[in-house]
DNA sequence: CATGTTGTTCAATAAATACTGAACATTTCG
DNA sequence: CGAAATGTTCAGTATTTATTGAACAACATG
């Protein structure tokens, strides 16, 4: 159909800062440049975009904005929205923060917690045969191990509540 | 005087999985492979490490050493001890989570924080010039991003608090 | 069912990042 | 002072990670 032509390049200055705010964000999350990028526009645009809008304004390949959407789908910061008579998808920015960093949490920090969890039950059972003049001070650090992640796991709950909305 | 010779190579067991779980930590934190492993082997040993103790431990250069200590040292998450007669430099792993998690904070996280602020005072300066059909709803979206900015700079020394200790 | 549209996947490539090691600076000590 | 010990810096290289774009799958539509 085409009813509204996808606006190509040019980003208005206003819209370059937001999503160079973003990409920040992102490397500070550790996420792909292109995931910010596709944020910001999403955030500070007041339709909702397809992917090809998306790419045509970031002037990205259809790869990385089809792999930047799945990313930022994957942790609730962006849903789709139906528009009717469009086969296309379209996207809008998530903008509860409490909502995107639960997200993040379970989907992108979670998993580590876990891994680590897994790590330390396995150091606990080579310190069962283990056997060296240090023997007590490794279990002592290993006891601070488990300790901290622990700490970590029940905080990250609480961090959640104090974003709040 | 080398009145104790390093030991090369060879990691036990336990230390290999010690090491692997700060590893991948760092990994998380965004920080070199290597600063993970130079704070999993300090953790680990009972007894303070010299440079070189690490790099023959760990199989890595001395350029990397000597800048993952210097990034280890940044924000508290090992100190020096002083050791009678030697001149070397000898460190220790800091284990009070909560010193290393302010010392994280206010090291790699607070520069991000106050750069974007410094962001969106720009960004409200040229939304001053900005004359456009959304304009309204641009305002509003900066709004958001300044309220997120705001709670984010509250949340982090609450969060501090919690981890306590 | 042939065609156009939309989105995904993935191998090749580009870009970013970390690591190495040799040269250098600094200090200690005989 | 000269030599040995210690640590830092940085240009070059290796490794990791992200991006591209072409091939493909899925689906709608006439």
Redesign the interface.
């Known amino acids: 159909m085409n009813e509204m032509t996808a606006k190509e390049g040019s980003l208005?200055?206003?819209e370059s800062?937001?999503i160079?705010?973003f990409v920040?964000?992102a490397?500070?999350l550790?996420l792909p440049r292109s995931v910010g990028e596709l944020y910001g526009i999403l955030?500070?645009s007041?339709e909702p975009l397809c992917l090809d809008d998306c790419r045509l304004r970031l002037n990205i390949s259809k790869g990385s904005t089809s792999q930047g959407l799945k990313i930022l789908r994957s942790f609730g910061a962006i849903r789709t929205v139906y528009i009717p008579g469009d086969r296309k998808d379209y996207y809008v920015a998530e903008?509860s923060?409490r909502k995107i960093a639960a997200g993040f949490a379970s989907e992108q920090?979670q998993p580590?917690v876990v891994?680590?969890k897994d790590?330390?039950e396995?150091?606990r059972e080579?310190?069962d045969a283990?056997e060296?003049a240090?023997k007590d001070?490794?279990i002592d650090?290993?006891d601070?191990?488990e300790n901290?992640q622990r700490?970590a796991g029940k905080?990250l709950p609480?961090?959640l509540k104090?974003?709040g909305n």
């Open positions: 208005s200055e206003i800062e937001v160079a705010l920040r964000m490397d500070v550790s955030f500070i007041s903008t923060l920090i580590h891994s680590g790590r330390i396995r150091i080579l310190l283990y060296a240090d001070e490794v650090k290993v601070l191990l901290w700490r905080t609480i961090i104090l974003i």
